[in-house]
């Protein structure tokens, strides 16, 4: 059974940097697709930043050149390194993962992270 563990959420003034994890657990060969979704208040969730293998970085107009995702295969753990921050970006962070593990194919989503950013 693959598990998704997220961290690194918290509250922050703007301007600020924060970055956020997400630690896939189990049987897993490899993650296939990645990416990080946000829901602010009242709002439909949205996706931030994703990769798929085969294809190219994507993000979102708002927070393209202060948001990076990469990831880290030997920990199977993504990060969402977020600068510069803004009262706007003040959501639960979601992490997606489509993993290959031992039972096949796994779409996934973390427990979701906090993230406050104040004015």
């Known amino acids: 059974q693959v598990q998704l563990v997220e961290s690194g959420g918290g509250w922050v003034q703007a301007g600020g940097s924060l970055r956020l994890s997400c630690t896939a657990s189990g049987s897993i060969f490899s993650i296939k697709a990645m990416a990080w979704h946000r829901q602010a208040a009242g709002k439909q969730r949205e996706l931030v930043a994703g990769?798929?293998?085969?294809?190219?970085?994507n993000y979102a107009d708002s927070v393209k050149g202060r948001f990076t995702i990469s990831r880290d295969n030997a920990k199977n753990t993504v990060y969402l390194q977020m600068n510069n921050l803004e009262p706007e970006d003040t959501a639960v962070y979601y992490c997606n993962l489509l993993v290959h593990a031992s039972g096949g194919l796994s779409n996934k989503w973390g427990q979701g992270t906090q993230v406050t950013v104040s004015s």
């Open positions: 990769l798929a293998d085969g294809s190219s970085l």
